[in-house]
């Protein structure tokens, strides 16, 4: 069974970066398409991009286009998202999930979720 495990979230200021990882083990990862969600308090979660299966392809939430981007690397069974010009908006646990396609930004059928990494903007 595949299992998801992010990592990389942290404190960062206003303006600054963040890589997020999502590593799986108990499968190949490149055989789906991946999303990033994120929930902040007393918020529903929301998705963020996802990247599909084959070409590699990404698609962004509006709210992160220009400053996110979401990448594979196959021979490590990670998927990253690379977080720029972080703003307090962008705060929250981030999730990464294993879906059955991308609608848009959003993956679908997500049928293994990670236990989510937090992500906290100080201004």
């Known amino acids: 069974q595949l299992q998801l495990v992010e990592s990389g979230g942290g404190l960062v200021q206003v303006g600054g970066s963040l890589r997020l990882s999502c590593a799986a083990s108990?499968?190949?990862?490149?055989?789906?398409?991946i999303g990033w969600f994120r929930q902040a308090p007393g918020k529903a979660r929301e998705a963020v991009s996802c990247i599909s299966d084959g070409d590699g392809r990404a698609v962004y939430a509006d709210s992160v286009k220009g400053r996110f981007a979401t990448s594979r690397d196959n021979a490590k069974n990670t998927v990253y998202l690379q977080m720029n010009s972080l703003k307090p908006e962008d705060e929250g646990v981030y999730y990464c999930?294993?879906?059955?396609?991308?609608?848009?930004?959003?993956?679908?059928?997500?049928?293994?979720w990670g236990q989510g990494t937090q992500v906290t903007v100080s201004s």
């Open positions: 108990g499968g190949a990862l490149d055989r789906y398409p």
């Open positions: 999930a294993a879906g059955v396609q991308c609608i848009g930004y959003i993956s679908a059928g997500n049928r293994y």
